[in-house]
């Protein structure tokens, strides 16, 4: 690549630079030898769009694959599955002309009612963080760009370009920056988009602290911060925050307005070079396109098979009552619903892709059944159409319900109900669905339903009426094949949930505080997100985050914890495939822990692998719990501290089932003394040098009221609960202040009165 020099070029040209040229390309300079890079939206497949523009799905694109979206990639609890993904769109985006793909999400699932839910991997940000390393490093090794986004706190649709996010530091550092900073840390994306929103009051496309003090300064960034599609208010005040380029284009105003801020002295020009050489740093990208050595076509059948492997990963079976799944040999099958015809595989808005082609559920089943010998009869059940004569369609499924060994339903939410752009309003399933199920169920031998949803639904009024639940969530284009060979046992189901399943909405950490009021939506539920909440607060749920069954056992034993150095834990478990067939297996880590002076979650999940083992194999897995999942965020040392204490490592079946534990003590960091004459007197007490001399001082003026300091009684605890300063005031000097202080810079064995 031969380098710029930018001091060539003229201001005007600099600054063109930082604003699209058209709807998906930078700007071009024929003269300098610098052309335009080519984006395209696209977590789970191209969307390429040669002829019409827009950023929601309105206009066409051209003919890419649908892999699995982020809500099933992660349900697979899979780096390799994510990787998969992200080198097959890799040679997709080169046959297709794009140079940098807008993807993936790492935003958190705050609320179940998140109306880009499917676009996100998980609750959890170590699982986001994991799975969006893994798919970026495998796309741009194949020589595309990523964009990861959208950064940071946009976890609603709803007033999504003009809410403000109203987040502590603490829960953003811990929670809703995580991911982010675990992907650019160890993946290095092209690109980082910002969002619409505001955080904490300031619009995140010129918010300096996110974009520059923290993702530069703290993380290292070096690449391009891309704004979202028209999240640009003001173009200099968003350079100056650390925005490189505004899209889309053109972009002649926000040109004008740069030109202008460098000309009138509120925008330094050095700032706008900066700006261009990492914007002319993503020819990285493109000049494999321009030269002609990318990839100019892909195999369409190829990936096809790899978007129905993958999908097969991602399904969750969520129940499997007396072993009615997989389905037996010559079973005669009754399909109802409309999704097994017409299934629903992708969310609405800019992330949707024009398949290549689409499996169809009810033929995949027919296929598989004529292999084992069965039959499969079909029904439609229900309409997603307004006005439909549903009960009519019910009573023919009802019907013929007797007839089949097991029904099978197909049901989920339409995809006008899951989109870019709203929220959802409800956890359940639409009325005549759930009336569908009940009723076929009454009147089926045994029956299983099989979900299609971008977003986690309510399983009430209907679970227990049935045998079998298996959750698809959104599997893309070759979901179809995926659930037929997962519901005849060709594969055994290895996914995992990515978010907890509550009995309720009115039980989740947000449910009074989503989406908002006022223009604002405050984060009331802090570091307590999805499973931590439920775990903390030992509310039931449905199903817990990490559920899923199998069609094989699997045991876990021999756990292994012990320190390394102050600040890490390394772990080690054998697990053994004790069923009669192949099977894949997600072994869980968690770290429960009450050390350092901030309240923590019960526990969080630490590391994670996904192993696939034979009949009788055993096989030792192995992790290393490092810094960044031990610590928390001070925000009074105003950094990241592993505190010095006892730490609980748990190998567990799910967030909710814990299989086994040990404890692990760490010294932890050496950190500063923050004691001053405010501090309580029971953090006096604690001190190592102050506290024994201090307590030799109060313990006589205790008992003379007939008191000490290790009772319990009402005087004492309120003792503990002042500050030092009022206890001195209190005292009339009968203990010398700068004396106290004076004891913080002695050695632990400094303990003498004072003079």
């Excluded at 058209?22 to 977590?43: K, L």
């Excluded at 503990?720 to 064995?749: F, H, K, Y």
Aim: proline share 5%; hydrophobic share 40%; charged share 20%.
């Amino acid at each position: 690549m031969q380098k710029i020099d930018v001091s060539q070029l003229t201001l005007q040209q600099k600054a063109s630079l930082l604003t699209g040229d058209t709807f998906w390309s930078t700007t071009t300079i024929a003269e300098h030898h610098i052309d335009g890079v080519t984006m395209a939206d696209g977590p789970h497949g191209v969307r390429r769009q040669k002829h019409g523009t827009d950023h929601l799905g309105l206009h066409h694109s051209e003919p890419a694959t649908c892999f699995p979206p982020a809500v099933g990639i992660g349900c697979s609890w899979s780096e390799d599955v994510a990787a998969r993904a992200g080198a097959a769109l890799a040679k997709e985006s080169q046959a297709l002309g794009v140079d940098v793909l807008l993807g993936p999400g790492v935003n958190i699932k705050r609320s179940p009612l998140g109306g880009r839910n499917f676009e996100y991997y998980s609750e959890d940000p170590l699982l986001s963080g994991v799975l969006g390393s893994a798919y970026v490093k495998a796309l741009q090794a194949h020589g595309v760009g990523a964009s990861v986004k959208h950064f940071a706190a946009n976890d609603q649709e709803t007033e999504r370009m003009v809410i403000s996010s109203d987040v502590d530091e603490r829960t953003l550092r811990e929670v809703h920056l995580s991911a982010f900073e675990r992907v650019v840390t160890e993946a290095q994306p092209a690109t980082v988009m910002c969002s619409y929103n505001k955080i904490n009051g300031i619009h995140a496309s010129e918010n300096r602290w996110l974009l520059t003090d923290v993702l530069r300064g703290e993380w290292g960034f070096n690449g391009v911060v891309v704004s979202d599609w028209g999240a640009v208010r003001t173009r200099p005040a968003a350079l100056n925050a650390g925005l490189d380029l505004a899209m889309p284009g053109p972009g002649q105003y926000a040109t004008e307005a740069l030109i202008k801020a460098v000309q009138n002295g509120s925008v330094d020009e050095s700032a706008i070079d900066q700006a261009v050489e990492r914007v002319l740093g993503l020819a990285t990208y493109s000049e494999p396109r321009i030269n002609g050595a990318g990839a100019t076509e892909f195999d369409t059948a190829a990936h096809h098979e790899l978007a129905r492997e993958l999908a097969a990963e991602c399904a969750v079976l969520l129940k499997n009552q007396n072993g009615v799944l997989p389905l037996k040999q010559g079973t005669s099958l009754l399909v109802i619903g409309e999704f097994a015809t017409n299934p629903r595989y992708q969310g609405g808005g800019s992330s949707h892709v024009n398949a290549t082609r689409v499996d169809i559920p009810l033929e995949e089943l027919k296929a598989a059944a004529a292999v084992s010998g069965g039959s499969v009869h079909y029904s439609q059940g229900f309409s997603v159409q307004s006005g439909a004569n549903d009960a009519e369609l019910r009573a023919y499924a009802v019907a013929a319900a007797p007839t089949a060994d097991v029904a099978v339903i197909f049901a989920g939410n339409p995809e006008e109900e899951e989109s870019e752009g709203f929220d959802r309003t409800r956890l359940e399933l639409a009325a005549v669905q759930v009336e569908l199920i009940r009723a076929v169920a009454a009147a089926a031998p045994r029956t299983v339903v099989v979900l299609a949803n971008g977003g986690i639904v309510s399983l009430e009024d209907w679970h227990d009426h049935v045998d079998g639940i298996l959750e698809g969530f959104l599997l893309g284009q070759g979901g179809g094949k995926a659930i037929a060979d997962l519901l005849f046992g060709v594969r055994s189901p290895s996914g995992r949930l990515a978010e907890t399943i509550p009995f309720r909405l009115q039980d989740t950490p947000t449910y009074l505080s989503f989406p908002g009021e006022q223009g604002h939506v405050r984060y009331t539920e802090g570091v307590m997100v999805g499973y931590r909440h439920y775990e903390s607060v030992q509310c039931p749920v449905r199903y817990p985050f990490g559920h899923g069954l199998s069609y094989s056992t699997f045991e876990t034993s021999d756990l292994r914890a012990r320190a390394r150095g102050h600040d890490q834990i390394a772990v080690s478990a054998t697990v053994t495939n004790t069923g009669k067939i192949p099977a894949k297996h997600v072994v869980q880590v968690y770290l429960s822990t009450d050390a350092g002076p901030v309240l923590r979650p019960e526990r969080v999940l630490a590391a994670f692998t996904k192993v696939l083992l034979q009949p009788g194999e055993t096989r030792e897995v192995q992790f290393i719990l490092d810094r960044r999942t031990l610590r928390y965020w001070d925000v009074i040392l105003d950094r990241w501290v592993v505190a010095q204490g006892t730490y609980t490592v748990q190998v567990s079946e799910n967030a909710s089932h814990v299989l086994l534990e040990q404890k692990v003590a760490l010294d932890g960091d050496d950190l500063p003394c923050l004691l001053s004459l405010q501090s309580d007197v029971a953090e006096w007490l604690a001190h190592p040098t102050a506290g024994p001399a201090l307590a030799n001082e109060l313990n006589p003026i205790m008992a003379a009221s007939g008191q000490q300091l290790d009772d319990d009684s009402d005087g004492t605890r309120m003792v503990l609960s002042m500050p030092m300063n009022q206890i001195l005031s209190i005292l009339g000097g009968a203990i010398d202040g700068d004396w106290l202080v004076s004891l913080l810079e002695q050695p632990a064995d400094a303990r003498s009165s004072p003079a």
